[in-house]
């Protein structure tokens, strides 16, 4: 399947993606679990071009989570190392493509070269408006939310908002992640159904696509599946299909 056979009149404005599976794909080959990341940058790139080409608006892939600080230590640096290289080789096709580079997470705690570089992309693509691709790097859901709840305390404390008057739109101020719209479409490869602390918050009623393809393996074609799938479905967001059917209801 190519992106030329997805109906482009109902593409999901957002895409997240947790992309899973790369150790698993070395270790099928005999190969440290470095090299299956290394392995997952075609991936990445393959995933951002369909996006681009279907018109996607924003893409968010999920990098490195804030429990991935935990593994081995040689691991945690070469991905670290590979994110710096990576974002370094890509900055060339993000601005021949016109996309805009954007991160959410905890970033200060990257390490410092891999911080300067991903705010000199940031930077540099700023100005592009075809597609928002966003690194969710150190991210977690409960990390943004302890924030956020930390944060709206302080307003709270200095006045700036009336307990009482909190809105679901007051919350999604607070969410760096809820800077862009809630993605409409959740892809999972690596044959985990599980969410792993990803956009909580922002998932309420995003479509999940779960696939067993390992990440490295993960192809254009896999993809234009995964939104051919989205639109087979319908979305009633607590409504009754008869609702949908004659939407003055
Ligand atoms: C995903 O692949 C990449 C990151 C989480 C950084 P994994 O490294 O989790 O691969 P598996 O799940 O062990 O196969
Ligand atoms: C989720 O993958 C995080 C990323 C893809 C960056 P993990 O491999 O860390 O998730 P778990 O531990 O299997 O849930
Ligand atoms: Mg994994």
């Given amino acids: 399947m190519n992106t030329a056979e997805i109906d482009k009149t109902r593409i999901p404005e957002h895409i997240a993606v947790i992309m899973d599976g790369n150790g698993r794909w070395a270790k099928q080959k005999g190969k440290s679990r470095l090299f299956g990341h290394k392995n997952g940058v075609r991936a990445v790139r393959e995933t951002i071009e369909a996006a681009a080409e279907l018109g996607v608006k924003y893409l968010t892939l999920y990098a490195f989570s804030t429990e991935n600080w935990n593994r081995p230590k040689a691991e945690v640096s070469g991905l670290m ?13 993000l601005m021949e493509n016109n996309i805009a580079l954007k991160a959410i997470g905890d970033l200060h705690s990257l390490p410092e070269r891999c911080y300067k570089e991903l705010m000199r992309a940031i930077r540099e693509t700023a100005g592009n408006s075809k597609m928002t691709l966003i690194l969710a790097l150190s991210y977690s859901s409960k990390w943004e939310l302890v924030n956020a709840a930390n944060n709206l305390a302080r307003d709270v404390k200095s006045g700036k908002v009336i307990p009482g008057e909190i809105t679901e739109d007051t919350i999604n101020s607070y969410l760096p992640a809820s800077a862009f719209p809630d993605p409409e479409l959740l892809i999972r490869t690596s044959g985990e159904h599980r969410i792993s602390n990803f956009l909580l918050w922002q ?6 696509y779960f696939t ?19 639109q087979k479905r319908e979305r009633r967001f607590g409504k009754t299909s008869e609702q949908l059917v004659n939407s003055e209801n």
């Fill in 81 to 93: 190392e590979l994110l710096v290289i990576t974002i370094n080789k890509e900055i060339k096709t």
């Fill in 212 to 230: 067993d393809k390992l990440w490295p393996d993960f192809r254009k074609d896999d993809f234009c599946h995964a939104i051919a799938d989205y």
């Fill in 203 to 208: 998932i309420a009623y995003a479509e999940l």
